[in-house]
Structure formats: structure tokens, C-alpha cells
């Protein structure tokens, strides 16, 4: 393994029965990154983030974590990560730092150093004034962030974080992600499994885009974008009766679909070559079709997925994955 990547894997393989949950996977993580692992339930996003956690066994495969085995070396790899999954392993009858406590005790912490890291991270995490609530009455944020702080009180080389943010309304998803940055930039790897698009642009530097068990893409959110080889031109016409003629020349011009917007006004247009587009926006004003706004941008991610896949990102059913 290279000394600069966290973690490195090779056709990685998970079979239940005779469904092949990951089905050759390859990753190459660096060290200090946030990587993603985006795909709709079902992928096989969570199998492979348990399989390097070692909280499975590959049927097949290489994986190193930190240059360790997962199978082999499977001790070594646990004290040098730790894992958050989807649902909240805390426990909900004892309180913030009781849990918090807990943990640091089972880990080796003397009674009172326990007791000083658990308030360190909570005050790090902004629940300070819940410290000596029970966890039943956190709201859903507040348990998640929680369940995150429980996962660093030693803090790991290599943290997975399985979809962190289900379920969570958007402020407390903004919360996560700036945890998320926080721990990156102290030096920790971040493995991040997500099913949500705009989290994965958000946090990842790189990207691998797993559907039935297999990296379909794999770049950065930037380099996806661009793989798609389109963008989409957006106007806004001073004169929304014009509309109809405008989108036949800019069918023509620039050869991609045309979607009519519910501002009676605005058209968007696929661009397929970038370079058309001033040929089209001047073809317009010669024919006395006025453009009061223009933007041209890449892709979303949404966009990548669709083109990928050939169809939205949560469509599939999460059993498969679930009983893995």
C-alpha cells in the first residue's frame, strides 16, 4: 500500500445467498480526505463500509486500512477506526455525558480524565446545556451529533460515517457537515457513505458512485460533473410570448433538449458543446428575442447519477443492503 493512502482496496466481494452485495469494489482513499461512497439504497455502500470497519468479512478481495489487513490484521485495523452508523448506538436512557463516560471508561480513561473528555466534546459539539439530560429527550440532531462525539473519544485515523445525515432536517445536516470539516482539517479520514447527492459535493474530495455492488464512476464532484460531457444554459426572455421561438432556435443551435420552466419566461437548455452557446445567445438577439438573464453552469451531481445509472438515486429498495 502506498504511504499516502489511508485506505486501499481491491475487488472487494460480500455475497448473502445468492445476492453479491459489493461485487469487485476498488478504492484508494488518501490520507486526511473525505471520501464518498455515493449510491442508492441497496448499492452496497454500507456492506463496504462494514467490511473495512471489520464488522464483516469479504468473501473476496484485498482491503488495507492504514496499512493494515481487515481480515488479517483485524485488531490492528479496529484501534485505528472507529465507525458511526446510520442509527444511533447511544443509549438513550443515560444521559450525554453518562454515555460519553461510558464509552471513555470501556476505552482505558481513568474515571475523572472520562469524565473531562466527555465535556470536552460536548462542549465541542454545542451540548453542554443537555450534558445531564437523558438522550430520549435530544432531538434527532442532537442525537446524532452526540453519537458522532461518542465515536472520536479516542480519535481515529480512519472514521466511516454511514449515511450521518438520514433523516435530519437541514439545520442540523449543516451541523454534521461542519463536525465532519472540523475532524478533516485535525487530520482524521473521513469514509462517507451517502445516498445524498448534494452532501457528497458538499464534503467529498473525491467520489465513487457504487450501484449494484460496483464503482460505476469514480472522481472528483468536478470531474463527474464534466464526464457527463453537458451543462445546461439558462435564459429568462424580456417578452415570455417569444418563448416558443426561442425554443426552436435553441433546439437548433444547440442541439439539446429544451425544458419549458414554470416562470413563463425562463427556458433551460442542455449544452452538449459549451462553445455554442454565444452562437445561440446571438442568434436570439437577432431575431429580436431579448435575454434579460443567461446562466451556464455543469451538471448537479443529480444529473451525473441519472446519466450513470439511468435513473434518480433513490429508487431501490433498502433491504438488501439492510440485512447485510
Known amino acids: ?22 461485487a469487485g469494489v476498488d478504492l484508494k482513499v488518501p490520507v486526511g480526505a473525505v ?3 455515493l449510491g442508492p439504497n441497496g448499492a452496497g455502500k ?70 473531562n473528555r466527555g465535556h470536552l466534546l460536548l462542549d465541542a459539539f454545542g451540548l453542554s446545556e443537555s450534558a445531564d439530560k437523558q438522550v430520549k429527550t435530544y432531538s434527532g440532531g442532537m442525537r446524532r451529533r452526540l453519537d458522532i462525539a461518542a465515536s472520536i473519544v479516542i480519535t481515529p485515523e480512519v472514521l466511516f460515517l454511514d449515511e450521518p445525515t438520514t ?24 469514509l462517507l457513505t451517502t445516498q445524498y447527492l448534494d452532501e457528497a459535493d458538499q ?46 432556435l435553441l433546439e437548433q443551435i444547440i ?18 458543446q459549451q462553445h455554442l452557446v454565444p452562437e445561440a445567445l446571438g442568434e436570439l438577439n437577432r431575431n429580436g428575442i431579448y435575454v434579460t438573464e443567461f446562466s451556464l453552469g455543469q451538471p448537479s451531481l443529480d444529473e451525473v447519477f441519472l446519466t450513470l445509472t439511468g435513473r434518480p438515486a433513490e429508487v431501490e429498495s433498502e433491504a438488501t443492503e439492510e440485512a447485510a
Do not use: C
Request: hydrophobic letters at 45%; proline letters at 3%; aromatic letters at 4%.
Open 203 to 248: 464534503l467529498a474530495d473525491r467520489i465513487a458512485v457504487i450501484d449494484h455492488g460496483k464503482v460505476i464512476a469514480e472522481g472528483t464532484p468536478g470531474q463527474l460533473k464534466a464526464s457527463v460531457g453537458s451543462g445546461s444554459l439558462k435564459v429568462r426572455l424580456q417578452d415570455p410570448a417569444q418563448r416558443p421561438v426561442a425554443q426552436n
Open 255 to 272: 442541439g439539446g433538449e429544451v425544458q419549458l420552466e414554470s416562470d413563463p419566461a425562463a427556458l433551460t437548455s442542455s449544452v452538449l
Open 167 to 190: 433523516g435530519l432536517d437541514p439545520r442540523s445536516r449543516n451541523e454534521v457537515w461542519d463536525i465532519v470539516r472540523a475532524l478533516v482539517s485535525a487530520g482524521t479520514t473521513v
Open 46 to 115: 454500507t456492506t463496504t463500509a462494514r467490511m473495512l470497519a471489520t464488522l464483516l468479512q469479504p468473501d473476496g478481495g484485498e482491503a488495507l486500512v492504514m496499512g493494515y489487513d481487515v481480515v488479517k490484521d483485524a485488531d490492528a485495523v479496529r484501534s485505528v477506526v472507529s465507525m458511526t452508523g446510520q442509527f444511533a448506538s447511544v443509549d438513550e436512557d443515560l444521559t450525554g455525558i453518562e454515555n460519553l463516560v461510558l464509552i471513555a471508561r470501556l476505552l482505558g480513561y481513568s474515571w475523572r480524565d472520562a469524565r
Open 35 to 37: 471520501y464518498g461512497i
Open 1 to 22: 500500500m502506498s504511504q499516502h493512502l489511508a485506505i486501499d482496496v481491491t475487488g472487494l466481494v460480500k455475497t448473502f445467498g445468492e445476492t453479491r452485495a459489493v
